[in-house]
């Protein structure tokens, strides 16, 4: 284990005990003043803008959460389960791979044109006679920014439960179906317990990258919305490291926090081990 330990120690524990250490340092005209104080604490904690930012992220995460968990259990389920030939259903999951070939930044600006007022979108609405004006909210808003994250982090959802439910032993079906159960309660009752691993790891890299995001926010709602992580790139413009070392912080016990609840309902451990 010694060659892991020395990765983690050189390219994690390192840089994180060097941003907590900064964000303790003191700051003035520009100039990092080594020192122990916890002023950049307080600044970030007593700013509004800072509780404005994280309810705003969390909210995202929440939705994008719940719709990558639907469209991801159901990709997933209809793979494994409904594709009969396993060669086709591993290439109908390498095609779900194949957005990510290309850069997160394309896929994202892939939207623009989609959601536009002049967009395909408001185009054929508008053509069908289905609106009379160019629907508003589709571009340069939440709605737009929550369609990105789903498009973007869709798939991280997809692998971890299409993995747990491929190990299903398929007799418990049959078994289900003996003891009467419809189709819907041998999905609550059989497949949901049973992929409760792979929701759990799909949310916590899901819930991860919504929080750590960067320009998505700021590109999708027009510069309406930002992230906390955009307020740390404006810290560290101007040369405020300190100011940005704590928000980090700050952002990582909060990221932290939100994984050990996570994890606190579902034992990941327990049942990777229950299923081998």
């Known amino acids: 284990m010694a060659p892991l330990l020395a990765v983690l120690l050189v390219f994690v524990v390192a840089p994180l005990a060097f941003v907590v250490a900064v964000s303790f340092f003191h700051y003035d005209n520009f100039a990092i003043i080594p020192a122990f104080s916890f002023e950049n604490y307080a600044d970030v904690l007593t700013a509004h803008l800072t509780y404005e930012l994280y309810v705003t992220m969390i909210w995202f995460s929440l939705l994008t959460w719940f719709f990558t968990l639907i469209i991801g259990f159901t990709v997933a389920y209809f793979l494994v389960f409904h594709v009969r030939n396993p060669l086709i259903a591993i290439g109908l999951f390498l095609v779900c791979t194949v957005p990510f070939w290309t850069s997160n930044v394309i896929r994202m600006i892939s939207w623009l044109p989609l959601l536009g007022k002049q967009g395909l979108i408001n185009s054929a609405l508008l053509a069908t006679g289905v609106t009379r004006q160019p629907l508003q909210f589709l571009l340069f808003s939440d709605f737009s920014v929550v369609v990105s994250y789903v498009h973007l982090f869709t798939i991280f959802m997809i692998v971890p439960i299409f993995n747990s439910m491929s190990r299903i032993d398929r007799t418990l079906f049959e078994a289900a179906a003996d003891a009467g159960s419809s189709r819907w309660q041998t999905l609550l009752h059989v497949v949901v317990p049973l992929c409760?691993?792979?929701i759990a790891l799909g949310s916590i890299f899901v819930v991860t990258l919504v929080m750590g995001d960067?320009?998505?926010?700021?590109?999708?709602?027009?510069?309406?919305?930002?992230?906390?992580?955009?307020?740390?790139?404006?810290?560290?413009?101007?040369?405020?490291?300190p100011h940005a070392a704590a928000n980090a912080v700050i952002l990582m016990i909060i990221v932290v926090i939100m994984v050990s609840l996570i994890l606190r309902v579902v034992d990941v451990r327990k049942e990777l081990a229950s299923q081998r």
């Open 196 to 198: 409760k691993s792979g």
């Open 214 to 241: 960067f320009y998505v926010v700021k590109v999708m709602s027009g510069g309406s919305r930002a992230s906390i992580v955009s307020a740390m790139y404006d810290d560290i413009s101007t040369l405020l490291f």
